[in-house]
């Protein structure tokens, strides 16, 4: 037997979350022995974990017109497309895409001369020995009606109840012998009992509302302490405000956007693209605050000088690449290779990122051991060890992450998927809550500040990094406790001095 002649087209039409689950169709083609699918995860009524009130039912439905050239009716005898509702027994672990490409379409020659098939002109399910299935015939000769211009339309209106939770597939196959094409219009609608969010995603819905009121709770902290010690207040601490500030923006961004598509079905692009942006926005400010802190930035210098250029170019880049990446990630499926694409250049400015703040950090911790400041000191390798640590829970996490998306995503536990995306929301809120943490504010602030240190054997202050004593932040007193010319230490006066001695 030939499989060659047996094999046609598959045209995996992606499960795009950004269009929703109310699947819109307006003239799409479907060729002759060409399988169009969409597949949606549902919950029935006895095994969800929530239940809308106002209509609690689930269901697949779908309203469509199918259009083609109308034949003389020899041709048109027999001329039928097939609609198929599939449950894919998840069960038994079956991927979709396996599913829809070791499908085929039945002819006479296989009919006759193997026992594959026996129904010619007919779609021959793959990977499913005992498919559950409801199948909708659309009859081209026995339920259409030509219009003027020569075309053939049949109206087909069908509501399907899940029974089961599971994976369920929309396939439409057009399996003639003729070089035809059927044009689809109409719409199809997946609802779950608590509404029009696809069973993988419902789990966003609770994760967000939750996460929301934990940076509600760290954004009403953090605002007391700053309230309480205004006066003393570091820049790094006011950026830390702008990060509390831009994470809680995008967590209820990303709230109400989930909402909105389970109560209508249809995604709103405004509340999608405004996520978007604010959590690119989030992530680069991060970066950035890390790597100033990293570099010593009004610790150990009161600028950056031409560094600070480069930090704000790249910034520039990740927020170019990122975006990029978060666009496909959202409109695309989620074994879409067009995500894994856009995926490596922001893997590239973040290992770039990774390097220059420890490389930066190794420098700023060897200058603070040089120069004896000792809190100081006690902070950044604190912070050293967060950050080992939170790259050492990456990694892992990475690789497990990618081993499990080695695996077709339809064989993943699909109710628990929600997790594998989540995971990174949870390990960046627990690293800024360490940072908050370790930078808290309180009236012994200005110990962490830079300060410029003054040599007797001068006549005018010299500063160790910057120009200017008025760049340094902090109002201690240079007080002579040496004499000759000798220097007073830095340490003494920072670390050391009575009015830091209490942590």
Request: glycine share 6%; charged share 20%.
């Amino acid at each position: 037997m030939n499989f060659i002649s047996l094999f046609f087209g598959v045209v995996a039409v992606c499960v795009t979350v950004c269009d929703g689950v109310i699947f819109k169709y307006d003239n799409v083609e479907l060729k002759n022995m060409v399988l169009k699918y969409r597949s949606v995860f549902m919950f029935s009524m006895e095994d969800s974990p929530d239940v809308n009130s106002r209509n609690p039912s689930s269901y697949i439905s779908f309203d469509l017109t199918f259009k083609r050239f109308a034949l003389s009716p020899e041709e048109m005898e027999d001329n039928i497309l097939e609609v198929r509702i599939i449950q894919a027994d998840q069960g038994k672990k079956k991927s979709v895409s396996a599913i829809a490409e070791s499908s085929f379409c039945c002819n006479e020659e296989t009919a006759h001369e193997s026992n594959v098939c026996r129904a010619p002109n007919a779609l021959v399910l793959g990977g499913i020995s005992e498919p559950k299935e409801e199948l909708i015939v659309v009859d081209f000769a026995n339920d259409g009606y030509e219009d003027d211009e020569g075309y053939v339309f049949v109206e087909k209106r069908f509501t399907y109840q899940v029974e089961q939770k599971d994976l369920y597939l929309l396939m439409f196959s057009y399996c003639q012998p003729n070089d035809a094409t059927v044009s689809i219009t109409g719409s199809v609608s997946w609802r779950n009992p608590y509404g029009f969010l696809p069973g993988e995603l419902y789990g966003f819905l609770p994760f967000y509302l939750h996460l929301s009121l934990v940076y509600l709770g760290c954004a009403l902290v953090w605002g007391y302490l700053c309230a309480k010690y205004w006066k003393d207040l570091l820049v790094l601490q006011n950026c830390i405000t702008l990060v509390i500030v831009l994470g809680m923006i995008e967590v209820n961004l990303r709230y109400f956007d989930f909402h909105s598509l389970n109560e209508t079905g249809i995604r709103n692009h405004g509340l999608l693209m405004a996520s978007v942006l604010f959590a690119v926005a989030k992530k680069c400010v991060s970066r950035l605050l890390v790597l100033v802190v990293s570099m010593g930035f009004g610790v150990v210098k009161p600028h950056l000088g031409e560094e600070g250029k480069r930090v704000l170019l790249l910034g520039a880049v990740y927020v170019v690449v990122a975006t990029l990446h978060h666009l496909v990630d959202s409109l695309t499926d989620q074994v879409s290779s067009a995500r894994f694409f856009f995926l490596l250049p922001v893997a590239i400015v973040d290992t770039i990122f990774y390097f220059w703040i420890f490389h930066s950090l190794k420098s700023t911790i060897q200058q603070l051991e040089a120069r004896g400041q000792d809190i100081k000191l006690n902070l950044y390798l604190r912070f050293q060890r967060l950050l080992v640590l939170s790259i050492v829970v990456s990694v892992l996490w990475a690789i497990y992450y990618v081993m499990e998306n080695f695996m077709e995503y339809d064989s993943l536990e699909w109710e628990s998927v929600y997790f594998m995306e989540s995971f990174w929301d949870c390990l960046y809120l627990a690293i800024l809550i360490v940072i908050m943490f370790l930078w808290r504010p309180n009236q012994n602030s200005q110990r962490y500040a830079y300060t410029a240190v003054k040599t007797w054997d001068q006549d005018d202050d010299v500063e160790e990094y910057g120009n200017g004593l008025e760049d340094s932040v902090g109002d201690f007193e240079l007080k002579n406790n040496t004499a000759n010319g000798r220097k007073v230490s830095d340490s003494l006066l920072n670390d050391e001095a009575p009015e830091a001695k209490n942590e």
